[in-house]
Nanobody, 131 residues
Framework: QLQLVESGGGLVQPGGSLKLSCAAAGRTLEYSNVGWFRQAPGKEREGVSCISHSDGSTYYADSVKGRFTISRDNAKKTVTLQMHSLKPEDTGVYYC????????????????????????WGQGTQVNVSI
């Protein structure tokens, strides 16, 4: 069983930045597809950004393109989501999700689809963008 732990959430003013990290307790994420999802109050969960393990390809939701960057730090065994130019509509609980190691996907976009069934989920970290 893979236990995912998110960190880095908090309160930030519009235009500010936050860096979220996802770590697997005691294990590496190097061989897993990983995604960041978010859920705002009263809204369905949406895929924000995902990264594959096989070729490092990435996907970003249109709403975050150019502002968010997903990356791996294999030395630290983490996947990070760097968020810049934050907007109030970025507010929500951000979840990290991961597949079992070595799972192959045909399209990176599928990894971030709401219906994609990731094998593991973290508990979430709250991001609030407000004055």
């Amino acid at each position: 069983q893979l236990q995912l732990v998110e960190s880095g959430g908090g309160l930030v003013q519009p235009g500010g930045s936050l860096k979220l990290s996802c770590a697997a307790a005691g294990r590496t994420l190097e061989y897993s597809n990983v995604g960041w999802f978010r859920q705002a109050p009263g809204k369905e969960r949406e895929g924000v950004s995902c990264i594959s393990h096989s070729d490092g390809s990435t996907y970003y939701a249109d709403s975050v393109k150019g502002r968010f960057t997903i990356s791996r730090d294999n030395a630290k065994k983490t996947v990070t989501l760097q968020m810049h130019s934050l907007k109030p509509e970025d507010t929500g609980v951000y979840y990290c999700a991961a597949d079992a190691a070595s799972k192959i996907i045909s399209r990176i976009q599928a990894l971030c689809a709401p219906k994609y069934e990731h094998d593991y989920w973290g508990q979430g970290t709250q991001v609030n963008v407000s004055i």
